[in-house]
């Protein structure tokens, strides 16, 4: 065995594609570029209302301290659920974005991209919905 055997590492991660070799076509990339920024968009503003509905009271809290100021509407469970699907929503976001651009980069890994925003619309719809009742 030789010893560029034994220290040569396969690097089959970020194998890109080119144009010409019948993979990903140019559309598909430049949907991935469009699509990366609008994810790392929705992930920091998931980021900012979860972290302002977290420290946010409960009007039963306020209520209850007999103190004023700003309040979340609905009850702590509701708080809770909302928070539930809203901070994951906006990790899944991040990671979206992350490969929308490993996908225009490599060619590859398109429907995972696509698979991980659909879910991070569907949980940040799910807790906007809950949250808003």
């Given at each position: 065995m030789s010893a560029q055997r034994v220290f040569a590492l396969p690097c089959y991660a970020l194998g890109a594609s080119s144009?010409?070799?019948?993979?990903?076509?140019?559309?598909w990339r430049v949907v991935g570029v469009l699509l990366a920024p609008v994810l790392a968009f929705g992930c920091a503003v998931m980021f900012v209302a979860m972290s302002d509905i977290d420290g946010t009271p409960t009007c039963e809290e306020l209520q209850a301290a007999n103190s004023a100021g700003e309040c979340f509407s609905g009850s702590s469970l509701q708080k809770g659920i909302t928070l539930g699907l809203g901070w994951p929503s906006g990790a899944l976001a991040g990671v979206a974005a992350l490969a929308a651009l490993a996908f225009v980069m490599t060619g590859r890994r398109g429907r995972l991209a696509l698979w991980l925003a659909a879910l991070a619309i569907v949980l940040?719809?799910?807790?906007?919905?809950?949250?808003?009742?």
């Open positions: 144009l010409g070799e019948g993979g990903t076509g140019i559309a940040g719809g799910l807790s906007i919905l809950i949250g808003s009742f």
